[in-house]
T-cell receptor, first 115, second 114 residues
Framework: KNQVEQSPQSLIILEGKNCTLQ??????????LRWYKQDTGRGPVSLTI?????NTKSNRRYTATLDADTKQSSLHITASQLSDSASYIC??????????????FGTGTRLQVTL | NAGVTQTPKFQVLKTGQSMTLQCAQD?????MYWYRQDPGMGLRLIYY???????DKGEVPNGYNVSRLNKREFSLRLESAAPSQTSVYFC?????????????FGPGTRLTVL
């Protein structure tokens, strides 16, 4: 069964600290993996996309990693800010060219950054 | 450039009532999608439209209908609302069907069915 599991379910950290969110997937075949950020009451916004051949990609304070062999991805947030408080959703595309019906969404990690 | 817009933002219905959720995008995207988001679950695809004039069922289409009115607009209709349809509904659009293309999401409609 195609699944995307994220951990932890929720996380509270102090401002300025780092954190790492995990995503494990059983989706096959694999096309790419995206991390989305979803602020409360808003729609998800893409942070980064990882393809099969990419191991690491950075976008400002966000660094995503992908291990296609173990089917794991992580999102590392450096020097967290209050504005990082949001849900982070891992989405795996299991198709070649095709429709959105091939996207599998994780349930998300809810991150709260406090003073 | 507003991106993807949805109306209304909030709605409360009684069981059996009908309503239409509106979605529009100004990015000239070909593909549009409707998802629902429930607590403890990932977003699930209800219906999608790969291009103007076409619509297809997603993972959870029962109880819903859609209309791709034109390239910009894609509406979702609940003919007879049920409490199980209480959810947050997101519309999204994408320029094409390549898996590399990003989906852009609207702000969502929070629907409660009593």
């Amino acid at each position: 069964k195609n699944q995307v599991e994220q951990s932890p379910q929720s996380l509270i950290i102090l401002e300025g600290k780092n954190c790492t969110l995990q995503c494990n997937y059983t989706v096959s075949p694999f096309s790419n993996l995206r991390w989305y950020k979803q602020d409360t009451g808003r729609g998800p916004v893409s942070l980064t996309i990882m393809t099969f051949s990419e191991n690491t990609k950075s976008n400002r304070r966000y660094t995503a990693t992908l291990d296609a062999d173990t089917k794991q991805s992580s999102l590392h947030i450096t020097a967290s800010q209050l504005s990082d408080s949001a849900s982070y959703i891992c989405v795996v595309n299991r198709g070649d060219t095709g429709t959105a019906s091939k996207l599998t969404f994780g349930t998300g990690t809810r991150l709260q950054v406090t003073l | 450039n507003a991106g993807v817009t949805q109306t209304p933002k909030f709605q409360v219905l009684k069981t059996g009532q009908s309503m239409t959720l509106q979605c529009a995008q100004d990015m000239n995207h070909n593909s549009m999608y409707w998802y629902r988001q429930d607590p403890g679950m990932g977003l699930r695809l209800i219906y999608y439209s790969a291009s103007e004039g076409t619509t297809d069922k997603g993972e959870v289409p029962n109880g819903y209908n859609v209309s791709r009115l034109n390239k910009r607009e894609f509406s979702l209709r609940l003919e007879s609302a049920a409490p199980s349809q209480t959810s947050v509904y997101f519309c999204a659009s994408r320029s094409g069907n390549s898996p590399d293309y990003e989906q852009f999401f609207g702000p969502g409609t929070r629907l409660t069915v009593l």
